[in-house]
C-alpha cells in the first residue's frame, strides 16, 4: 500500500471513530476540506477511505437488522411449528 494511502486509511478510521464517539456525521467533510489545502492528493484518498468505512458501516447495520428480522421469523416459525405439534 501506498503512504498516501496508510495515511488516509488512518486518518480516516480515525476520523470515524470520533464522529461516532460525538455524533457530528460531518467532521470527514471538515477534516477533508482541511487537507485539501496543502495536499488535493490526500484529501481524495482520505475521502474515499472515508466513503468506504460509511458505506461499510451501513452494508453492516443493514445486515444486521437482517439478520435479526431472519431469526425472529425462524424463531416464529419454529414456535408455529412446536405448537401444531402438539395439537
Avoid: W
Avoid at 496508510?6 to 476540506?33: I, P, S, W
Amino acid at each position: 500500500m501506498a503512504l498516501i494511502d496508510e495515511l488516509a486509511e488512518k486518518l480516516a478510521a480515525e476520523t470515524m471513530e470520533a464522529m461516532r464517539k460525538y455524533g457530528d456525521d460531518r467532521l470527514f467533510m471538515e477534516v477533508g476540506n482541511y487537507i485539501g489545502t496543502s495536499s488535493p492528493s490526500l484529501q481524495e484518498a482520505f475521502m474515499t477511505a472515508c466513503r468506504l468505512h460509511m458505506a461499510e458501516q451501513r452494508g453492516r447495520d443493514f445486515f444486521e437488522k437482517r439478520l435479526r428480522e431472519l431469526d425472529a421469523k425462524a424463531r416464529k416459525a419454529a414456535q408455529s411449528d412446536a405448537s401444531g405439534d402438539e395439537a
